[in-house]
């Protein structure tokens, strides 16, 4: 078996023992709720990942885009939902095929979207359940008054080839509780049955429980990343996925190379810190900017100067942005500590690679 120590960089690397715990971890916290879990395949991409999450207690799984669907269709996934508009013909042909083989659920938030998707749907002879996405406040789709979602509901219970299933929000609020009831009291009016209920956000099940959820949408819990651990809703130890790179320069004072940029790690840094990732191995230091193929590290904080890493040393860098950066390598390698685990949580050197996982669902835009 390969060491880690061992892989060409830039390399993605998941333990495997923290992404299991994970994933049991996040089941059973939704376990507890009496919600179901709706993992988001968005984070990871891959269908192996997902069977582990199935296995572990999930009802069925999201996918953001009809692309990702497909990979996941084709490797034995039936209950797939689409929490996304889709517009458009060739995407309304590609849903009914795909509806012709799983059971699919798809997000609309207005009647144009909903018409659409009953037309194609009435004519294929097949049924696609919606969903009506709620805004949160993100500003990027939903509803925005019970009202709204009263008349869009009224429209799709009465439209062949869709049926209305509930609601949809990412991610959950607390403003939530009384829009539900809201929309419930309306439905319960129009006799329209409100049976699904969508809430979405890694850390945000206990919200989803409190607005009346009937399931929740987690995503990054699989891998977590740098941007959840600022929220609180892990550790840092309990980061599974990293970057494995190398350092290649250190010519600039206070700072270091690697050979990671913006084609291996996506760019959106933490608003607050200006932080890009964290560096296990040296906790003092950031990778502060990059450009394509270049990461810089700041090495500011560092408060012995000669424990700075050198050329040639391989580090490994947590994300602040787990889905992002997946999107952006063909391969993943699964690995497991062999030994005792450093207590500092950095890696011994003796991990041994146990999988390869080529990323099939990575790219899918469209």
């Known amino acids: 078996m390969q060491r880690v120590a061992d892989l060409d960089t830039p390399s993605m690397v998941v333990d495997l023992d923290k992404l299991e715990a994970n994933i049991q971890r996040l089941q059973a916290s939704l376990d507890s709720l009496g919600l179901a879990n709706r993992p988001h395949i968005k984070t990871h991409k891959i269908p192996a990942i997902g069977h ?113 299933g509930g609601l949809m929000c990412y991610p959950t609020k607390p403003a939530m509780v009384a829009f539900h009831a809201e929309v419930r009291d309306r439905l319960t009016r129009d006799g329209i049955p409100l049976e699904q209920f969508s809430g979405g956000g890694t850390g945000a099940q206990q919200v989803s429980k409190d607005a009346g959820c009937t399931e929740h949408r987690s995503g990054t819990y699989s891998y977590n990343d740098l941007s959840v651990w600022r929220a609180g809703n892990c550790e840092l130890d309990q980061c599974a996925m990293s970057v494995l790179v190398t350092v290649i320069s250190t010519s600039c004072p206070g700072f270091s190379t690697i050979d990671g940029g913006s084609k291996t790690f996506t760019n959106d840094a933490l608003q607050t810190t200006g932080v890009n990732g964290y560096v296990r191995e040296f906790p003092e230091i950031y990778l502060e900017k990059m450009s394509e193929e270049h990461g810089v590290l700041n090495l500011s904080r560092l408060t012995d100067a000669s424990a700075r890493p050198r050329v040639g040393d391989k580090i490994h860098v947590i994300p602040n942005h787990a889905c992002g950066t997946t999107n952006l390598h063909d391969v993943v390698y699964g690995y497991r500590a062999h030994g005792s685990r450093p207590a500092d949580g950095t890696l011994s050197g003796d991990e041994l690679i146990e999988v390869e996982w080529p990323v099939p669902a990575r790219g899918k835009i469209r």
């Open 52 to 164: 582990m999450q199935i296995a572990a207690g999930a009802k069925g799984i999201t996918c953001q885009k009809l692309g990702e669907a497909e990979i996941f269709a084709d490797a034995g996934f039936d209950d797939i939902l689409i929490p996304y508009n889709l517009v458009g013909a060739p995407k309304m042909e590609r849903l009914t095929r795909l509806a012709r083989r799983v059971k699919m659920t798809v997000a609309v938030d207005g009647a144009v979207a909903a018409r659409a998707i009953a037309e194609a749907c009435d004519a294929a002879g097949v049924e696609v359940t919606l969903l009506i996405e709620v805004d949160t406040g993100m500003h990027r789709a939903g509803v925005q008054s019970p009202e709204d979602a009263q008349t869009l509901a009224r429209s799709i219970a009465d439209s062949p080839g869709v049926r209305f």
